[in-house]
């Protein structure tokens, strides 16, 4: 069975090139880079080259670059030092947020008794900064601001230049998780002026298990992981040199392809736009999700207009790997929060939420076939119901 890979925002294949220059670092680079010897120094060397890449990507110092496992560990460590280390009192953030942000910021009130404010969004997805600004305007507590930069289930773009300005100007700290937008869009955080970020590099045909956090230098916070001085002491441990080598690599691949990656993957999205409209009479896209320019062009949010919670089973079974909400809430019974923060009762009661997320592997015959079988799983349901 010729599979149908729909489900990038989860994990992306690694790319030949990527799998190549991490297979060259485990034969050849073997050493401990903590080692003072010859092979130890040039695995210390490879992993400052690739610091490098990645702070030249985002226009910052290669000393705000600290290498972790992925953007949840990133996003752990920032939050919680935040909170433990630099005094924060309020954490102001959203419905919308990645699990790990979600559910750090509810840790850090339970255990650290933080005041946890979220803003609300619209039935689109969109956040009030004006209600933001009116938040950092009307409190005099040490405040962190986290929210993300493209939403992962629904593809809302965020001001994220906007919201780095109001922090800056009210005085609190702005943390982003940026894991749906690294190596997809440019980023300049010497004009975005936000204070910490994070990446997974498995989001743009780089490994799992290497990423890194953004943390504007002289910013106080600490490691999560403690017991040695790797990573400017902020992540102690064995580097993973060939993970990290891997995510250079990746986004070197990432930057170089952006902007023809870009214009294939709007076609690609158009294309699934009009054929599930065509299709599937019905059929809402949710969020800005089917808004050129105002979502991230890797993800398509569709909300199929019938009851189906097997769908992704069923799509599997046919050789098609799509999600029906972020993979880290994959198998739950219940809608995303996400969702429950978008979708009417009704909505909730009687469609079938679908994230689709594509890569510049993903073809127009990929979104036939995936169209086609939902139109045939549709019709199967149909004759249960009239039998």
């Known amino acids: 069975m010729n599979r149908v890979y729909l489900d990038n925002a989860a994990t992306t294949p690694l790319r030949e090139e990527v799998i190549a220059a991490m297979v060259e670092v485990m034969k050849v680079h073997y050493g401990n ?58 954490i102001i953030t959203s419905p919308l947020e990645h699990k790990c942000v979600a559910e750090t910021s509810f840790e850090m009130k339970h255990t650290r008794g933080v005041e946890l404010v979220y803003l609300k969004p619209n039935q689109k997805g969109d956040l009030d900064l004006n209600q933001l600004e009116s938040l950092l305007q009307n409190s005099k507590k040490k405040t962190l601001v986290t ?21 800056k100007q009210y005085q609190a700290l702005y943390h982003s998780d940026t894991v749906q937008t690294v190596g997809h869009l440019p980023l300049d955080f010497s004009r975005i002026k936000l204070d ?15 990423g890194f956090a953004f943390v504007r230098k002289f910013s106080g916070i600490k490691g999560l992981i403690v017991g040695g001085a790797q990573e400017r002491g902020l992540r102690a441990g064995t580097e993973n040199v060939s993970g990290i080598v891997g995510l250079g690599k990746a986004l070197e691949l990432a930057v170089e392809h952006m902007q023809e990656n870009t214009h294939y993957m709007e076609d690609i999205k158009a294309y699934a736009v009009e054929q599930l409209s065509q299709k599937l009479p019905g ?14 062009y890797t993800l398509l949010s569709v909300l ?23 993979a880290c809430s994959s198998g739950a019974a219940k809608p995303s929060m996400v969702m429950l923060s978008i ?7 009687n469609t079938t939420p679908l994230r ?17 079988t939902l139109l045939e799983i549709k019709e199967m349901d149909i004759e249960k119901m009239n039998v």
């Open 33 to 90: 880079p903590s080692s003072t010897y010859s092979i130890g120094q040039e695995a210390k060397a490879i992993i400052e080259e690739n610091r490098r890449k990645v702070a030249q990507y985002l226009q910052v110092s290669p000393a705000e670059i600290i290498f972790t496992s992925c953007g949840t560990e990133a996003n752990n460590m920032i939050i919680k030092s935040c909170v433990n280390n630099l005094g924060i009192e309020r």
């Open 147 to 167: 929210l993300m930069h493209a939403n992962n289930e629904i593809a809302n773009l965020l001001d994220i230049e906007k919201v780095a300005t109001l922090c």
């Open 196 to 210: 910490f970020a994070s990446c997974s590099a498995h989001k743009f045909h780089g490994p799992k298990g290497a």
């Open 283 to 296: 059929v809402i896209f949710n969020g800005r999700s089917a808004e050129r320019g105002n979502s991230l």
């Open 304 to 326: 199929l207009p019938f009851k189906n919670p097997l769908i992704g089973f069923q799509l599997d079974m046919r050789g098609i790997a799509v999600s029906q909400g972020s």
């Open 343 to 349: 979708l009417t009762d009704d909505q909730l009661e």
């Open 356 to 372: 689709l997320s594509f890569s510049h592997m993903t073809t127009k015959q990929d979104i036939d076939r995936l169209v086609e």
